[in-house]
């Protein structure tokens, strides 16, 4: 049987109100959102990384002293790490896991 013509209006017409209001609520959280945000707070850095130089804001990723920079050096110590792990329970890239690790003791 059809429903008569005024209830299938009304049920569009409460559907888009409710998509309609749902709308309008994201937006107002999104905007609320952004007026609560602290701008004064910088954002919390991961441990395990340090800048380059204390007078310098950014990397030089160019600089010939990338090498010695500390995230560097921490990164590079982590491939080793897995290297030597896959060297110990695969029995693969022994070799290259020691020439790693000779190449890191010797940049400290």
Excluded: W
């Excluded at 209006?9 to 309609?20: D, E, F, N, Q």
């Excluded at 107002?28 to 910088?42: F, K, M, N, V």
């Excluded at 030089?60 to 920079?69: G, K, Q």
């Amino acid at each position: 049987m059809n429903q008569p013509a005024p209830r299938v209006a009304r049920r569009r017409i409460i559907i888009c109100l409710a998509v309609l209001g749902g709308l309008v609520v994201f937006y107002a959280g999104i905007l609320l959102g952004r007026q609560q945000a602290d701008p004064q707070r910088p954002q919390k850095q991961s441990g395990s990384t340090a800048p380059a130089s204390p007078e310098h804001r950014f990397r030089n990723v160019f600089s010939s002293s990338v090498i010695a920079d500390p995230h560097v050096l921490d990164e590079q110590r982590k491939v080793v790490e897995a290297l030597e792990s896959a060297c110990a329970h695969q029995r693969k890239n022994c070799a290259t896991a020691r020439n790693a690790r000779a190449y890191l003791d010797a940049h400290k």
